[in-house]
Nanobody, 112 residues
Framework: QVQLVESGGGLVQAGGSLRLSCAASGSIFRFNSAGWHRQAPGKQREWIAH???????NYADSVKGRFTISRDNAKNTVYLQMNSLKPEDTAVYYCNFGPDYWGRGTQVTVSS
């Protein structure tokens, strides 16, 4: 069983940056895909980025060019570097490995 713990969320002003981390309790090498999703108040959870074990990345249009996903298999960790943050980025951010393993989320709040 793999457990995931997100960290790095917080309060930041618009235009600022945050780096989220998602640490897994076990090896992530067997998971081809790792990703980040977010859920804003009153909205459905949305996918925003994923990275394959080979390093291929893909992003939702809403974050493309501002967010960067990466993974360190040796550290069993996935990262989300978020730059040029906007108030509409305010949400709880969740990481996942494959379809079955999800973290509990970390709050990101962007003030205007």
């Amino acid at each position: 069983q793999v457990q995931l713990v997100e960290s790095g969320g917080g309060l930041v002003q618009a235009g600022g940056s945050l780096r989220l981390s998602c640490a897994a309790s076990g090896s992530i090498f067997r998971f081809n895909s790792a990703g980040w999703h977010r859920q804003a108040p009153g909205k459905q959870r949305e996918w925003i980025a994923h990275v394959t074990i080979g390093g291929f990345t893909n992003y939702a249009d809403s974050v493309k060019g501002r967010f960067t996903i990466s993974r360190d298999n040796a550290k069993n960790t996935v990262y989300l570097q978020m730059n040029s943050l906007k108030p509409e980025d305010t949400a709880v951010y969740y990481c996942n490995f494959g379809p079955d393993y999800w973290g509990r989320g970390t709050q990101v709040t962007v003030s205007s």
